[in-house]
């Protein structure tokens, strides 16, 4: 029994140092294995990638360089994905940047969601902090040239702008969890860490109106603005005459910000005229008649855009005509799609659209949606042999003549050329000319 | 080795036969008949249709005159109601077997601009002025009775009808964009209650009323119906966005099954959806030969399962039948 107890103890010991003894050997065991020089995954690589050696010597360097991983991010041998790297770029990063998008986020920069970090950011070093290619708003420039030439043209400009962290000191390069473009905090609340809403001065400047929780930028530009007061440039009459009781009721009422009148009402206080010409046609755009009426499109206030509209026009429309802005936007970036109509393509849908009322379909400007509103820019008599016009009847339908819709689609056909609803020439002609059928 | 009974003497081969039939015969007996009964339920109700007519004028006399951009249908057993909203007129047809006869026109300096038609139990024409913006009522004379306007409306007063819709008791239903809400009134226009449009919607242009009187508002925008029973005081979703099997929804109908058919306006065509908003499939398809469908915008049923289309930029009516 004894003898069998020591053997037990005289083989634990020897377990012991068995495992030791790999532990120990394992890394040697490995680095046997492979043969690697010493400085395998950083000072040989740099041997050759001569360049990084001058890049290393900046005083912002990535941490996986500054520890000499080159294969942290590379491998060095072979890779499906571009410079040898061992992840796609759009991944890449995230593999150990994992917290830049908060969970619940209500905006997101259309970079970071496309992985695109290197468009900042420098991946091996930089001269500026957080390794970025360029220092404050100049990084920015690049993408959003429209408004930093705002900021830069502006009389007026915007503190926060000009400071030291630039674009930075309003809104948050990654993500934001608590407002939209990407702002650090909702604009009512950003605002208010640097205006006081309680003095006298705001209340005066505001007509005694209690917009100290509305929405600023209904009204100022924070990028800067030819206006005093950094209104936007395009401002209402009413608001730059500072008559706001022209819509709203008078300051002391127990509901202020309430409007006088509801929906397209309230406009047709001032454009009655155009209103009642509006009201004259045969199709209304009916949003314009809802309770929110001409506001669906229109800011009542102040707007970087002409004619006071909410955003670009195909931004607008898109928000209810997704449906037709997608196939816009399938023709136009298909690079085949060479012969599009130039309103398809600068995305200009009022150019064939009536945005209130139309004697004509479907809101067209013309009275028909073909010669009438295609004549604007083509010389359609000239178009083609084919015979079109007032008296060629189209063989499919005896209530319809041959016109530009007979062979077109005019908001984009998606990947079909030449703005045709068939995927070729052929396929279009057949189906009147069915004896050609192949 | 026997198994003894008072009645019989059983064998261990007619006790599995037993057995099977209760396993095997007895369920497919049960699916079957399950299937002959509820048809719609097994096999979902899949929607066909067939082409039978298109309707180009209103075919009078030696100079018909065509149809302009129709952008209503309205129906019922025997009758074809056509809003030429180009023309500025409705036309009355009757159904004769699989043909139409020749068109009586109503034209009433009333009526400017017809968009959606709809006939009551009585044979009464209702249609939307897209001019106007009210709805006109015409009695089955073609003679103009009137515009419905809700008597005692409770506040707000101000209304604007996108839609409307009849139920079986012939009582008016308007979808009223102005106010967010739908009003529901008596035939003769009196107001017995509304229904707030629920929180979140993008555009509702359509209403309709199925065959239990349940209330559907069709959102164009965000192309989604929502729903709410005859009693109820709020709105609930029918259905997620159906982007993905449609363009712009423009208007819709519900059949004497439940399901529903959504006139697909950008797409051109016909979408069909069982009772739980689930996809059926697509009736028709975008074109200009008979049979196909250039921005059509209103659709109607009726009970001998003749399906009406308001083809409006292909300038006719296409009449088809329901194959069930």
């Known amino acids: 029994m004894k003898h069998y107890e020591m053997s037990l103890q005289f083989k634990g010991c020897i377990l012991i140092l068995v495992v030791s003894a790999l532990i120990i050997a394992a890394p040697a065991y490995s680095e046997n294995t492979f043969k690697l020089k010493p400085g395998a995954g950083s000072a040989i690589c740099i041997e050759c990638h001569e360049t990084i050696q001058e890049t290393l010597k900046r005083p912002y360097v990535h941490s996986p360089m500054k520890k000499g991983e080159c294969n942290g991010c590379h491998n060095p041998h072979t890779s499906p994905f571009g410079k040898l790297l061992n992840n796609d770029i759009n991944v890449l990063c995230s593999e150990c940047h994992k917290n830049i998008i908060p969970e619940k986020s209500r905006s997101i920069h259309a970079v970071v969601i496309e992985g695109n970090c290197i468009s900042c950011h420098d991946p091996h070093a930089s001269d500026n902090q957080f390794v970025l290619l360029k220092k404050g708003n100049e990084l920015c420039v690049d993408c959003h040239k429209d408004l930093t030439d705002v900021s830069a043209k502006a009389e007026f400009k915007h503190e926060p702008v000009e400071k030291k962290k630039g674009c930075l000191n309003c809104h948050n390069p990654h993500a934001s969890a608590d407002a939209p473009f990407l702002l650090i905090k909702e604009a009512t609340v950003l605002c208010k860490e640097c205006h006081r809403t309680d003095e006298k001065r705001f209340a005066d400047r505001h007509m005694n109106y209690p917009v100290a929780n509305s929405q600023c930028t209904s009204c100022h530009n924070p990028h800067g603005s030819g206006n005093r007061g950094i209104i936007f440039d395009g401002v209402h009459t009413p608001v730059a005459k500072k008559e706001c009781d022209k819509c709203h009721e008078g300051p002391s009422s127990s509901t202020p910000l309430k409007a006088i009148k509801d929906g397209v009402e309230l406009c047709r206080s001032c454009h009655s005229e155009m209103i009642n010409e509006m009201y004259s046609k045969a199709h209304l755009h009916w949003p314009l008649v809802d309770n929110t009426g001409c506001l669906h499109c229109h800011s009542p206030h102040a707007s970087r855009q002409k004619m006071l509209l909410k955003g670009s026009i195909v931004n607008l429309c898109g928000e209810c005509h997704s449906d037709t802005v997608r196939l816009q936007e399938i023709s136009i970036n298909n690079p085949e799609n060479t012969k599009l109509c130039k309103p398809v393509k600068e995305r200009d849908c009022i150019s064939c659209h009536a945005p209130h009322s139309s004697d004509g379909p479907l809101l067209a400007t013309g009275k028909s949606f073909s010669f009438e509103t295609c004549d604007k820019c083509h010389d359609w008599q000239t178009h083609s042999t084919h015979p079109i016009g007032e008296k060629v009847i189209d063989t499919r339908n005896k209530n319809l003549i041959v016109d530009c819709l007979s062979c077109h689609l005019a908001c984009g056909t998606g990947n079909k050329p030449a703005m045709m609803p068939y995927e070729s020439t052929y396929v279009l002609c057949v189906q009147c000319h069915e004896a050609y059928k192949r | ?324």
Not at chain 2, 23 to 46: D, S
Not at chain 2, 131 to 149: A, S
Not at chain 2, 199 to 208: L, M, P, Q, R, Y
Not at chain 2, 217 to 228: E, K, M, P, Q
């Open chain 2, 1 to 324: 080795m026997y198994y003894v009974s008072n009645a019989t003497r059983h064998t261990k081969g007619d006790y599995m036969r037993e057995a099977l039939k209760k396993i095997i015969i007895l369920p497919i007996a049960a699916g079957l008949l399950y299937f002959i009964l509820f048809p719609e339920a097994t096999f979902g109700a899949a929607a066909k249709i067939r082409h039978l007519l298109s309707v180009y004028s209103d075919n009078k006399g030696e100079d018909p005159v065509p149809l302009r951009q129709p952008e209503g249908v309205g129906c019922n057993e025997n009758m074809l109601l056509v809003a030429d909203s180009g023309n500025g007129r409705l036309l009355r047809y009757a159904l004769k077997d699989e043909g139409i006869t020749s068109a009586e026109e109503i034209k009433v300096p009333q009526l400017t601009y017809p968009l959606k038609v709809r006939i009551n139990s009585k044979g009464d024409i209702y249609t939307l002025d897209g001019k106007q913006r009210r709805i006109v009522h015409i009695g089955p004379d073609g003679m103009f009775r009137g515009y419905v306007d809700p008597k005692g409306l409770p506040s707000p007063e101000e209304y604007v009808p996108k839609s409307f819709a009849i139920d079986t008791d012939d009582n008016i239903y308007i979808l009223d964009i102005f106010s967010a809400r739908v009003l529901v009134l008596t035939p003769s226009g009196e107001y017995l209650r509304q229904i707030k449009f629920p929180e979140k919607f993008g555009f509702f242009s359509d209403i309709t009323v199925d065959f239990k009187d349940d209330i559907l508002l069709l959102d164009s925008t965000n192309a989604r119906i929502v729903s709410a029973n005859k009693q109820a005081t709020a709105f609930s979703p029918v259905t997620e966005s159906l982007r993905e099997v449609i363009r712009f929804p423009a208007s819709f109908i519900s059949d004497d099954r439940g399901r529903i058919f959504l006139v697909d306006r950008n797409g051109g065509m016909v979408v069909a959806l069982g009772q739980d908003g689930s996809f059926l499939g697509q009736l028709s398809q975008r074109g200009w030969k008979e049979g196909l469908l250039n921005h059509p915008s209103q659709a109607c049923l009726n009970t001998k399962g003749k399906l009406f289309i308001a083809d409006t930029s292909n300038n006719r009516v296409q009449i088809f039948e329901m194959l069930r």
